[in-house]
């Protein structure tokens, strides 16, 4: 079982690489765009959105290694996909209001439900950690 933890561990670490090159290909990107005037908005959003889908993978993940390690279960990852999620629903709005030039209410709508979301479950984790903190004490 140890051996299985360390992988986990070591897997881990891999995404968060993984994840942190997309974001640094996104500016790469952006930068690109912004300094030969190519529109590659799509898909630096795609990236992104799919470095935030590995981040939320990556904290199922980093529950799965608290299992199996025996540690205490904390609520405070569930808290933190929610947010990764609602950002990432956030991106994919913005990047349909973008590239269709829609309008109307629904895309508002929807980027402030999420946002509403995202400051809600930010609050949560924020007493979450400070409960937990005080109970290690």
């Not at 995404?15 to 590659?40: D, E, K, Q, R």
């Not at 030039?101 to 999420?114: A, F, Y």
Request: hydrophobic fraction near 60%.
């Amino acid at each position: 079982m140890f051996n299985a933890v360390r992988y986990l561990l070591w897997i881990e670490y891999l995404i968060h690489l993984v994840a942190v090159f997309m974001l640094v290909a996104a500016v790469g990107g952006i930068v690109l765009s912004t300094l030969t005037g190519f529109s590659i908005t799509k898909n630096v959003l795609l990236l992104i959105g799919n470095a935030l889908l590995i981040m939320i993978i990556k904290e199922v993940l980093w529950t799965v290694i608290k299992f199996f390690k025996k540690e205490r279960f904390s609520i405070a990852s569930f808290i933190m996909i929610g947010i990764i999620s609602a950002i990432r629903q956030n991106l994919f709005v913005e990047a349909q209001i973008s590239l269709n030039k829609s309008h109307g209410w629904d895309p508002l709508l929807e980027i402030g439900t999420n946002t509403l979301i995202i400051f809600v479950l930010s609050v949560a984790y924020y007493i979450v950690k400070k409960a937990e903190a005080c109970s290690n004490d």
